[in-house]
């Protein structure tokens, strides 16, 4: 990333996890962010970005800790919040330097355009065939094809194959759908599934009168918020909502 230009900063007030119990563990914590990017920095004709399933567009996780974090999410200032709506944050600011770069660059960005099969010649990939509309292109790739399609969690089938909770909601974007596994094991491509797997949201559905449901994640919320705890249908506590990756173990334990 550095080499691309994109720069990143650290998460102010935000500690390394099991600090100070973990040897080693810094109270000023590793974790990165990406810098936020302006919007007006990406050309109108960009791609527009899906939005973050966490937070309200812009706002970076300093900002929030800042603002005295997601559990006083509603007394946030309203200029705060306006003035953090003219750039990318977070996991959208990522994907939007990642954007620019690519547009900086020169590279040909194809949407809509979802891949449907690597093309095999002579024992080898020699590129990979994309629908566009009614009909399809090839194109070949010269050193070769780099399979980014991220995850599968919107396909129904590789979720109750490879999920521990299938109904649990994702938060991903639609497009995740396995296409990377699916033309890889059609060439034989070995797939491994991860068995412990902390992908799993922890959240309820909440009721829309004359609509879906909608799924609220309370994983990095209400469950570590102060005095919160979780318990089973006996009324006992199971696991430490404090860190949601230990509950969704201690979930699929109970």
């Not at 003035?83 to 020169?106: M, P, T």
Request: with cysteine.
């Amino acid at each position: 990333f550095a080499q691309l230009g994109v720069p990143f900063r650290m998460i102010e007030g935000l500690p390394d996890h099991y600090f100070p119990g973990a040897p080693g563990s810094l109270g000023l914590g590793r974790t990165l962010e990406v810098v936020p990017l302006p919007k007006k920095a990406l050309p109108d004709s960009a791609p527009a970005l899906l939005p973050s399933p966490y937070m309200p567009g812009g706002v970076s996780w300093s900002d929030a800790i800042k603002w005295g974090g997601l559990g006083n999410r509603y007394s946030w200032a309203p200029e705060n919040l306006e003035q953090a709506a003219s750039v990318y944050a977070a996991g959208q600011g990522l994907v939007a330097w990642l954007l620019l770069k690519c547009i900086e660059k020169g590279v040909t960005l194809l949407t809509e355009s979802p891949a449907t099969r690597l093309l095999l010649e002579d024992g080898r990939i020699a590129g990979v065939e994309v629908s566009e509309g009614n009909g399809t292109q090839q194109i070949r790739g010269d050193c070769g094809i780099f399979l980014g399609t991220g995850g599968y969690e919107c396909n129904p089938e590789f979720v109750r194959a490879y999920q521990s909770f299938p109904n649990s909601a994702p938060h991903h974007p639609p497009t995740q759908t396995g296409d990377g596994l699916l033309m890889a094991g059609e060439l034989g491509a070995f797939i491994r599934n991860i068995p412990v797997s902390l992908s799993s949201m922890v959240g309820y559905w909440i009721p829309r009168p004359g609509g879906e449901p909608e799924f609220h994640s309370a994983g990095i919320q209400e469950l570590a918020y102060p005095h919160s705890i979780v318990v089973n249908a006996a009324g006992k506590r199971f696991g430490n909502e404090a860190f949601f990756q230990e509950f969704v173990v201690k979930l699929r334990e109970f």
